[in-house]
């Protein structure tokens, strides 16, 4: 048991060490890795003694990206967390060749309704250069 509860406090080691288990791996083959962690950051809420909401809460907080965030001044381990979770983002949000909703070479008009603010760097002239 104290095996378990270990590897409850890291919840992306357990999740992978039961998705790579071969005695579970062709159950979970269809069970993405972060579905596995969520599953055991919620069995960790519960051990700990928080309440279903508390535990809903820090697992939202762990899996959103806050854009005002500066991650400059992550660990390294924090950041790569960050990506991971950017990538699954992006792969969900990505459209491919393959779906009903695909256009290729898409062209977007952005409206000109208010007066453009300038930049610093882009008021001099290229013959500064």
């Known amino acids: 048991m104290s095996f378990v509860f270990f590897s409850l406090l890291d919840c992306t080691r357990a999740a992978e060490q039961l998705k790579n288990n071969p005695r579970h791996k062709s159950y979970l083959e269809q069970v993405s890795l972060r579905q596995l ?37 992550l660990d390294d381990k924090e950041l790569a967390k960050r990506k991971s979770i950017m990538d699954e983002l992006f792969e969900k949000n990505q459209k491919k060749k393959d779906d009903p909703n695909f256009v290729y070479d898409i062209e977007v008009e952005f409206p000109q309704d208010e007066q453009l603010q300038s930049c610093g760097w882009d008021t001099e002239s290229a013959d500064e250069f």
């Open 37 to 73: 962690e969520k599953l055991f950051s919620f069995l960790r809420g519960y051990l700990s003694g928080q309440s279903l909401a508390e535990t809903i809460e820090q697992i939202r907080r762990e899996t959103t990206i806050d854009p005002e965030e500066d991650l400059n001044k």
